[in-house]
């Protein structure tokens, strides 16, 4: 008896939370630049909506950067929180301020001083198709962190789903 009751709570819980739609699944197709190194970055989001304005972001990501001087390939990967504020919106599209904090870490093959830190991240998106629950867009980033070579811009399409 109880285990029925415990599988009915659940289920009315889980069907209540995400038919409020507050979740949503993404990712980010985008390149990223480092100084003269340049790649090709893949970002998956997990987010979830505060109210009509704010959203809060969980990601990952990963890069594979080329050295064209050095004739070098390496990783990059970050993961990041980020809060999404949207100041502009229309009925079909919305421009969403961002600002977080990431994790980042570089590949061995860099040979940097420390190779994993913290940064900040600055940024921009356009969202268009709100009407419907898939959303899609444009995206630029801008992670400062004093452990990189340089500044980080990652620029791409963005594809989001409201569960």
């Not at 003269?36 to 969980?58: M, Q």
């Not at 064209?68 to 929180?81: I, P, R």
């Not at 502009?88 to 190779?115: H, P, T």
Request: net charge negative.
């Amino acid at each position: 008896m109880k285990t029925r009751l415990f599988i009915i709570v659940l289920s009315l819980f889980n069907s209540i939370l995400f038919a409020q739609s507050k979740f949503t699944l993404g990712f980010d197709l985008s390149e990223q630049f480092m100084q003269k190194d340049v790649g090709l970055n893949i970002e998956g989001l997990l987010g979830y909506n505060l109210n009509s304005d704010i959203t809060l972001v969980l990601s990952a990501s990963n890069a594979t950067m080329e050295n064209k001087d050095l004739d070098l390939k390496y990783k990059l990967d970050k993961y990041a929180f980020h809060v999404n504020y949207d100041f502009g919106k229309s009925e079909a599209s919305k421009l969403e301020s961002i600002f977080g904090f990431s994790y980042v870490n570089f590949d061995k093959k860099l040979e940097l001083e420390d190779d994993n830190g913290l940064g900040i991240d600055l940024g921009v998106q356009v969202l268009f198709g709100l009407k419907s629950k898939l959303h899609y867009g444009l995206r630029i980033v801008s992670t400062y962190s004093s452990i990189a070579p340089g500044g980080i811009l990652n620029a791409g399409a963005i594809f989001k789903y409201n569960l």
